[in-house]
T-cell receptor
Framework: AQSVTQPDIHITVSEGASLELRCNYS??????LFWYVQSPGQGLQLLLK??????LVQGIKGFEAEFKRSQSSFNLRKPSVHWSDAAEYFC?????????????FGAGTRLAVHP | EAGVTQFPSHSVIEKGQTVTLRCDPI?????LYWYRRVMGKEIKFLLH????????ESGMPNNRFLAERTGGTYSTLKVQPAELEDSGVYFC???????????FGPGTRLTVT
């Protein structure tokens, strides 16, 4: 069955520290991969996506993610976290190729940032 | 450009009552999706409209849920009668093309007591 696993439910980091949020997927083929962020009271905002090509993807707000086919992973990273990064982060996959984009989400990782 | 809007932001109803959630997609977006997140678990796909037609409703939990998109603009999701397990956050998203980014609304938090 297709699924997305985010092993860390809660993560707390200090402002200025580096961050890595883990995401593993189970899928029949290489899917499209996404990271979304939800800040309090806001909708889900797309941080970055991987469709093909370079496996290191740059996104908004200084985030990047690396697709590792051998590990079925798409971990999100940021070198220096800001207090405004406190939010919930969702990894998602979608079917590659033509057809509609029915997303499968992980359970989310809630990030807290200490000053 | 206005984003995806959802109404209401929060609804509290009793078991057995009916609730209707509304989603207004970004203007010009033919594709509209409904998702649901229950009890802090995964966000799960419910259904997908292309204009006014249901492209995929494989994620709808049961026949107590009815989604419509008359005229291919806004969409409503009705739950009748509501059960306790229907509590959660209902997200709507839209996209210009089914292969492109989905833009999400802020969600409607439904609490069934």
């Amino acid at each position: 069955a297709q699924s997305v696993t985010q092993p860390d439910i809660h993560i707390t980091v200090s402002e200025g520290a580096s961050l890595e949020l883990r995401c593993n997927y189970s899928y029949g083929a290489t899917p499209y991969l996404f990271w979304y962020v939800q800040s309090p009271g806001q909708g889900l905002q797309l941080l970055l996506k991987y469709f093909s090509g370079d496996t290191l993807v740059q996104g908004i707000k200084g985030f990047e993610a690396e697709f590792k086919r051998s590990q079925s992973s798409f971990n999100l990273r940021k070198p220096s976290v800001h207090w405004s990064d406190a939010a919930e982060y969702f990894c998602a996959v979608g079917p590659q190729g033509g057809g509609y984009n029915k997303l499968i989400f992980g359970a989310g990782t809630r990030l807290a940032v200490h000053p | 450009e206005a984003g995806v809007t959802q109404f209401p932001s929060h609804s509290v109803i009793e078991k057995g009552q009916t609730v209707t959630l509304r989603c207004d997609p970004i203007s010009g977006h033919d594709n509209l999706y409904w998702y649901r997140r229950v009890m802090g678990k995964e966000i799960k796909f419910l259904l997908h409209f292309v204009k006014e037609s249901k492209q995929d409703e494989s994620g709808m939990p049961n026949n107590r849920f009815l989604a419509e998109r008359t005229g291919g603009t806004y969409s409503t999701l009705k739950v009748q009668p509501a059960e306790l397990e229907d509590s959660g956050v209902y997200f709507c998203a839209s996209s210009q093309d089914e292969r492109l980014e989905q833009y999400f609304g802020p969600g409607t938090r439904l609490t069934v007591t």
